[in-house]
């Protein structure tokens, strides 16, 4: 039997898990509540939520899933408590957005599990590439003269890249849908 965490690994632990998840989790409140403000009025009541519950989340599992399920109820709150405005959706609409908001939760989970086998399965050099044309604030110009090439054949090899993610991640999704 593992050992407790102590608080400040769970804050480490938790910051982790929903920085990563946050920009799904926005992408699924979004359809559940109308309104910039709104969106971030749920997500921030999200977080701290699921902060409060976060010694109830099982490693190893979904945490998108886990915090999804905590956002949904944090948008029906919300929308219990601007119920008297004659913008918000019906119960019918909601239960609706809701349900096909969990299954575009769902896929885009399935799919960033797959996109990590398939960067784990690229050589160091190429995911060292994609690092730095995606993260580093730097111009492709710039991570192109980082690695020796002119742009245009940095561009050439981060297409082939993308491509070849995009294949791989094709292939994971099917196996694991059984498709």
């Known amino acids: 039997m593992s050992q407790p965490l102590s608080p400040p690994e769970d804050y480490d632990r938790f910051v982790r898990h929903f920085v990563r998840a946050e920009p799904a989790l926005r992408a699924f409140v979004r359809t559940l509540v109308a309104g910039a403000e709104a969106v971030d009025e749920v997500l921030q009541e999200t977080s701290l939520a699921a902060w409060r519950k976060f010694s109830t989340f099982e490693p190893g599992s979904s945490f998108l899933a886990w915090a999804g399920t905590i956002a949904r109820f944090e948008a029906l709150k919300f929308r219990r408590a601007q119920a ?86 094709s292939r994971e999704l099917r196996v694991e849908h059984g498709g």
């Open 84 to 169: 008297r405005d004659r913008h918000i959706f019906s119960a019918d609409v909601f239960e609706l957005l809701e349900r096909e908001g969990l299954e575009e939760l769902e896929l885009r989970d399935s799919e960033l599990r797959a996109l990590e086998r398939c960067l784990g399965r690229l050589a160091a050099a190429q995911r060292e590439i994609l690092s730095v044309a995606y993260s580093s604030g730097a111009s492709w110009r710039q991570a192109a003269a980082q690695f020796g090439k002119s742009s245009q054949a940095f561009y050439k090899t981060i297409q082939r890249l993308r491509a070849a993610l995009l294949d791989c991640v």
